[in-house]
Structures are given as C-alpha cells and as structure tokens.
C-alpha cells in the first residue's frame, strides 16, 4: 500500500482536479479490498497449534484432556469411594459390641457406637473431635459389653481431601477378646446441601 507522502505527491502530478480525485478513489477501493481479501485469509486459515489445527476439532474448543485436568476428582465427601467391604466390617464390630437392654429399641444396643459412648449424640461435635486429634491420638469410652476407641494412625488425602485415617478397637474386659476396623474421617462439603465444609465419618 502507498503511503500518505506518496498518495500526495501523486495527486498533484495529475493534471485536473477531478482526474485527482478519480485516482484516489481508485487507491482508496483496492486497498479496502486487501484488507478484506487478507482478513478472510486469517480467518480460513488456523494457527499452527491452534484449536482448530487439531482433526476433527472445531475451531474454539478445548481439548479433552485439558477439561479433564481442571475437573476434581470429587465435589462432596459423600462422593468418596469407600471400601468394598466397609459396610461387612462396621456391622462386625457392632456384633461383636452387641448387648442386651430392656430400654433399647429391639432389645438391643451396640456399645461401638461411639456417639453414644462418648455422650456426643447429634451435630457434629463427635467428627470434630476426631478431626481434632493429632497422629497417635485416641478417644476412649467405656460401655456395658466392651469398651471402645478409635485412634489415628496416619494424616492423608483422599480424593482431594485432607483426611484422618483410624482404627477402631473394641475389648471386652472379662474375656479380653477383641475387635477392630479401619475407619476415615474427612474435611469438606459433605453434601449438596451443605452450608459450610464440616468433618464427616467417611465409613
């Protein structure tokens, strides 16, 4: 494209002004014309590592394995996968804890339920005391069967989540015969209908 100095120059070496102005009119009609011609050049033809480079990808989308690394693995603590056997292992225990009671509902009660043992029944003061305690730290509580306690062994992760890993033992102090499991405990929503993040029992 001529610049302004040049256009200028040209113009006062023809001759009359309206051959002048026919000129510039020309030049100003085939430079608009480039510029269309160059604009939809760049847009029909991508950038090299662009989007749109990519087969069968259309220009603008992001790649699969770029979504897939900003989405966590998990929301909710209740998303969390637990162990097969989780379930098999907590009704063990409460077996093992079972005794017998006049005011319990079915006649039975589970000295392995902790909430009670510990007098820590509704809200979530039961998981925070959990959550509260340090590697190697235990809460203990006695009951009518056998006598529980959950201790943390180890600090650890868990799909995103900062989570305290337990055992749960219980004793029977006349046969001394014992019971255990693994137990989790985590930080974070635990729900949907969560309003704040919360320490849950995980199983």
């Not at 020309?26 to 430079?31: E, I, V």
């Amino acid at each position: 494209m001529l610049r302004p100095a040049t256009l200028i120059a040209l113009a006062v070496l023809i001759a009359t002004p309206a051959a002048a102005q026919s000129f510039l009119k020309d030049l100003a009609k085939s430079a608009a014309r480039q510029a269309t011609e160059a604009a939809v050049r760049n847009v029909m033809t991508p950038e090299p590592g662009g989007a749109s480079a990519q087969a069968g990808q259309p220009a603008g989308a992001k790649s699969p394995a770029a979504a897939q690394a900003r989405k966590p693995s998990r929301t909710y603590l209740s998303d969390i996968a637990k162990p097969a056997d989780a379930a098999d292992k907590k009704k063990a225990l409460d077996d093992f804890s079972t005794y017998s009671c006049d005011d319990c509902e079915g006649g039975r009660g589970y000295d392995s339920w902790a909430r009670h043992g510990l007098n820590m029944v509704g809200g979530h003061a039961f998981e925070d005391r959990i959550g509260a305690l340090p590697v190697g730290g235990s809460v203990s509580w006695k009951g009518r069967a056998a006598n529980g306690e959950i201790t943390v062994v180890a600090e650890a992760e868990h799909d995103g989540f900062p989570c305290k890993e337990v055992v749960w033992k219980m004793t029977k102090p006349k046969t001394k015969a014992t019971a255990e499991r693994d137990g989790l405990f985590c930080y974070g929503y635990a729900s949907s209908y969560s309003g704040k993040e919360t320490w849950a029992e995980i199983y």
